[in-house]
Every structure is written in C-alpha cells, then in structure tokens.
C-alpha cells in the first residue's frame, strides 16, 4: 500500500530554518517525481516545489524560489524541502504528493497520492 | 504567469448536477486535473487529462476541456460530495505548477 508521511513541521521564528521530510513507502520511490504543495489556514492549495524521480530536475514556485529547495534520498526513499529565511507567509500546512510517473515530462500529469500534510506555523 | 480563475462557491440540491467551471487563457492546450478536498483531509484527484477517472471515482465525476474553459461535472449529487475543489495544470511555459482558487461546492 502506497503511504506518504510528512514530518518536520513545527513553530518557528521569522528568519529561521526548518527542513521537512516525506517518507515513501509501497513503491518504487525513484520511478515517481514528488511535488510538495502548502495550504495556508483558510486559503487554497498553492504548488512550492516538484522534483522528477531522478533528482535532477527541480522546480520552485516564485514566492520560494531562493529560500526553499527540494531533493531527494533514493536509498531512504525520503523527500526533503529545505526552507530557510522563513517568512509569517509561509505558515501553512505542507503536503507531499506523488506524481503519476518519473521524468520531467509527468510534471504535467496528476498527483496521484498526497500525505497528509505537516503543520508550519512560522511566528515570532 | 499562467492564472486559472474558478466560481468561490456552488450550490446544488441533492440528486442535482454540479458544474464547477475553471477559466484560462486557452486552458483547452493543456492538461487539467480535478482534486476534491473534504475538511481537514488531504485533496484527492477526482478527474485527470481533462476527463479521465481515476479507479475508485464514481462515474458521477467526469470532466471536459475546451477552448477556455475546463468543467468538472458532478451528476446526481450527493451530500458526501460536499468539499473544496481545485483544479490544476502544468504551465510549460514557465515550468510551474498552477492551480485554480477553489470551488466550495454546497450541497443544500
């Protein structure tokens, strides 16, 4: 059975770091491109970052480009998303979702399975 | 950068249709996908490539694509379809990931 579980999330100040972490499990990690999309309290989905299932292609929204970045372990089959220079904007719950398949070209295709999800909450 | 523009909100009577539209610049070129989000759940996709069902999805949930407008359409609606719905795209152009602002559909 296909699971992602999202871990890392927490309280943290403006300006700080915090890294988060989706274990996969049930499948092939490495034959699956990962996204990780956040949902502020009350808003809608907002898109952070894809990686394909090689790692070497990644992309990041405009509002994380610089500050997060995210990578992948392929012997743990572990999901990473860095984030630094924290802002209050980027309280959100964050989900890690799987995409259909691996290279680049199945960034266009559906997220097919999500986590679900761990709280961010960035506050002085 | 690419936007898709979705209705806030929709209303429908049991056993009713539900049609949530989502707008974009020629969105009819591009792959749209579904995800229904119940409260406090994680999204799940409902629709994908436009109009494909995902194993599991009750045919009540199917999906078109043209022009500029994608719909999702929710035949004999139920109360335990009330939920959030976005809908998504690849905007190739830019290599990011867009979704629409979301639906909340109510079931009166």
């Known amino acids: 059975d296909v699971q992602l579980l999202e871990s890392g999330g927490g309280l943290v100040q403006p300006g700080r770091s915090l890294r988060l972490a989706c274990a996969a499990s049930g499948y092939s990690f490495s034959d699956h491109a990962m996204t990780w999309v956040r949902q502020a309290p009350g808003k809608g989905l907002e898109w952070v970052s894809s990686?394909?299932?090689?790692?070497?292609?990644?992309y990041h929204a405009d509002s994380v480009k610089g500050r997060f970045t995210i990578s992948r372990d392929s012997s743990n089959n572990i999901l990473f998303l860095q984030m630094s220079s924290l802002r209050v904007e980027d309280t959100a719950i964050y989900y890690c979702?799987?995409?259909?398949?691996?290279?680049?070209?199945?960034?266009?295709?559906?997220?097919?399975?999500w986590g679900l999800g761990t709280l961010v909450t960035v506050s002085s | 950068s690419y936007v898709l523009t979705q209705p806030p909100s929709v209303s429908v009577a049991p056993g009713q249709t539900a049609m949530i539209s989502c707008g974009g610049d020629t969105i009819g070129a591009y792959s749209v996908h579904w995800y229904q989000q119940k409260a406090g759940q994680a999204p799940v996709v409902v629709v994908f490539?436009?109009?494909d069902r995902p194993s599991g999805i009750p045919e009540r949930f199917s999906g078109s694509n043209s022009g500029d407008t994608a719909t999702l359409t929710i035949s004999r609606v139920e109360a335990g379809d009330e939920a959030d719905y976005y809908c998504?795209?690849?905007?190739?152009?830019?290599?990011?990931?867009?979704f629409g602002g979301g639906t909340k559909l109510t079931v009166l």
């Open positions: 990686i394909s299932g090689d790692g070497e292609s990644t």
């Open positions: 490539d436009g109009s």
């Open positions: 979702a799987r995409m259909y398949c691996g290279n680049t070209a199945c960034l266009g295709r559906e997220m097919e399975k």
């Open positions: 998504q795209v690849w905007d190739y152009r830019s290599d990011h990931v867009v």
